[in-house]
């Protein structure tokens, strides 16, 4: 009287790897496949694209046609050249921008979560930051200082990390409150062990998500900031720059705006979509709140 | 609660404590030497003098420090290095069309997201569902100006319904003031509306899939009394969140907003100080929208009581 | 006469994992005034059953694909969704399993029972707020006048279930579906809620349909009763022949599953062993091709297996789906 194995499940058809993949998580894929076009696009550009610096007073505001595909600027430069070559500043600035926060971040986080007495004063700090609109807290910082991406960049990240700060303290906390860790802590495990094998392992995964979101909104920042004349020196072809150039000459010429603006838009897309994808992947309880 | 208004005002003071020497700090701790750069590229040593003279920082950084903290405090944001105007006196000529611009924009999109949120988390995974949560990705990435000029070249250069730029004040009038502000509102406000949109469907759909949704409809009750008063009312906390979270969004938003359709307000009057590299006035303004975002997150946390019977102060 | 015939009614969920036959062809009737009791594992498809009777399927997630539910004679698996709407919570009102979150948290109790009254019988909302008090008298909560006015937190699990059948009865309904009303609820607050129902029921004649996996709270209450498996029906009886004479293994299963401190058992002196059904309930998403208790069963034979075996009606008023009841009963003996 014994139950009979169920065996009678019949094997799913298995369709390939890859193609299981990409059904179950679209927007990695979408968001990856258009970054990676755009990071190849970029690391290509002295080769895919025209002299972006080369100027032809003959051919100023041409519209975009076969000879220039995206048209050409009121001094006659290629915009194909030029937002091509622009997408190495956003990439570059959303990358660096990125990681730094997410390194400086980490650091502040652990220490919070780790140190009460640091906290309650790095919290405060990180709450008067965050109470400043991040373009103004660049703005300022740029006021202040010459031109350049390094400064940039510094301005950027500064608004950044107390949002990395809140999310690694939270995890910290919540691991520390966890049943299992108490345990492990009572029975002597020590801190660093606790850091390595408990507490930087669960926050990797969203210190990734964190990442692409803050790269994301760093590429919207620096545009932001060389639109308005406070960004990356005007000699560099940013996106932002070149529409700041474009705008007296908009109702002409409008594809000096619209096309590195398009670009723009696709990058950020691009890395939100590949944000939401690991997110819902790698930190379902993240996911749960959006 | 006037109890809790007054605990949550008083603790709304470390914060702005901490934007103030921020603000100030950033300005004797800059790299290299405030002074030289504010006065410009071939500036003498004369006027290199002249501004650190007027930014009073010929003197020691404590005793700069209670001066200007002491003035602040009066309401004294100092005076502008170019026009020599007191920075309040500027932040107020700018103040209306600021206001003008975030309320329209605050109301255009709050009025839009709510219902096409609601409405995609009712027709859950149909056309209409995915169609409000493709804009809600793709406006979630749109840069500011991006949508400005796609919408100044539709409707202001091809159809001529809309003035390109410009601003006109209300006291000329309803419809030249309203004119002028649907271009740049909708433009400030997709973002806005995406992540407004986004929160609203996800929030109504963790609540459509509570239990007392299935009583609501176990009575019979019509669609849009489950949906805009069982449901609504339970998503709305995340909802209010994400409002006032916006709000920083929203003042980014306008400094470019102001720059694209030559609005004299104070995301115009902080571009202005940026490129004459005026501190005092970009470090007044840093302070007031600072005020705006805390006393608005402030007004958001107290309204989750009104919200939520089960929060209690 | 019967108010509520369910025909062949069958439910499918339609999941990535292939589609889920929770509720395959059930059928049963409910006289006026009676109470059914409808018995079984969670995860047999009773829950569905009632949900499906009022059409409260979760559209995107699965539907009604046959059969029909006939109240009064007329198919309300056909009808429009508005006409649908205007006899949910007014002619079949159902109280659901967790107390605790059936109830909107944001909304006085005093609405969400008016706001029933008002939906169904078109009153003005302060008649409507007076028959709420009426009606949390009935189901004796005390000081209704305030109560009206208290949101859902505010009272304990006991009196949010109360309630929910103020709720369900605001308007005289003809048909009660009760899924589980009690399971989450302390013992001692179980029996008065049971006790309350009871009581009502025969104030109100309102037919009920008991949802449940506790047989205890079957023998209190109910006049017959459906066992279901896996989605279909296995058993079907009066109270008194069922526990008499229970004639499906899986019954008999469920019934050693109950804690007993008769006498017998104490004659015996030792208290008999909870006995527990070996294995699980078999997955939905694969059509059965024989009986689906065949796995657990100490009494399979291959044909069971092989076979589905029909509803059979061993006396009046009492039917089972085995191959093999005549081995169960001699067994049982």
Known sequence: MVAIPQDTAAPLPRPGRFGTFVRRNPTIFFGGLLLILLVAAALAAPWLTADPFRLSPVNRLRP??????????????????????????????????????????????????????????????????????????????????????????????????????????????????QPYVESAIAGGTRGARLLTRHILPNTLAPLIVQGTYVCASAMLIEAGLSFLGAGVPPEVPSWGNIIAQGRSFFQIAPWTILIPGAFLALTVLAVNLLGDGLRDRLDPRLARRM | MTAYIARRLFATLPVMAVVAVFVFFLLRLAPGDPAAIIAGEDATAESIAAVRAKLGLDRPVLEQFVIWLARLVQGDFGVSIFSNLPVTRLMAQRVEPTVALTLSTLLIAVCMAIPIGVVAAWKVRTFVDRAVMIFAVMGFAMPVFLVAYVLIYIFAVQLNWLPVQGYRPIAEGLWPFVEGLILPSVALGITYMALIARITRASMLEVLSQDYIRTANSKGLATQRVLLLHALKNAAVPIVTVIGIGIALLISGVVITETVFNIPGLGRLTVDAVLKRDYPIVQGLILVFAAVKVLINLVIDISYAFLDPRIRY | MNVLEVRDLATHFFTLDGVVRAVDGVSFRLARGETLGIVGESGCGKSVTALSILRLIPPETGRVVGGSVLLEGQDLVKLPESDMRAIRGHRISMIFQEPMTSLNPVLTIGTQIAENVVRHTGVSWSAALDRAREMLELVKIADPRRRLQEYPHQLSGGMRQRTMIAIALSCNPQVLIADEPTTALDVTIQAQILDLMLELKEKLGTAIIMITHDLGVIAETAQRVVVMYAGRKVEEASVDQLFAQPAHPYTRGLMRAIPRLDAEAEVAGRRPRLQEIPGIVPALNQPIAGCAFAPRCPFATGRCRAERPPLIETAAGHSVACWETARVLEAAA
Do not use: N
């Not at chain 1, 921008?97 to 919070?112: P, Q, R």
């Not at chain 1, 660049?138 to 990390?161: D, S, Y």
């Open chain 1, 64 to 177: 975009p046609s076969e000879r220039w595909w995206f048209g050409t600027d009121q001094f006659g430069r290629d915009v194909f050249a030029r937002t091509i070559h622009g997408a190495r500043v956003s990439l570059l600035v959303g990358l660096l921008v990125a990681v730094a926060s997410a390194f400086i971040g980490l650091a502040l986080g652990l220490v919070c979560g780790y140190f009460k007495r640091v906290d309650g004063i790095v919290m405060r700090v990180m709450d008067g930051l965050m109470a400043i609109p991040s373009i103004l807290l660049a703005i300022a910082l740029i006021t202040l200082t010459r031109p350049g991406l390094a400064i940039v960049i510094t301005a950027i990240v500064i608004p950044e990390v107390p949002r990395v700060v809140r999310v690694v303290r939270s995890i910290v906390l919540s691991i520390r409150a």
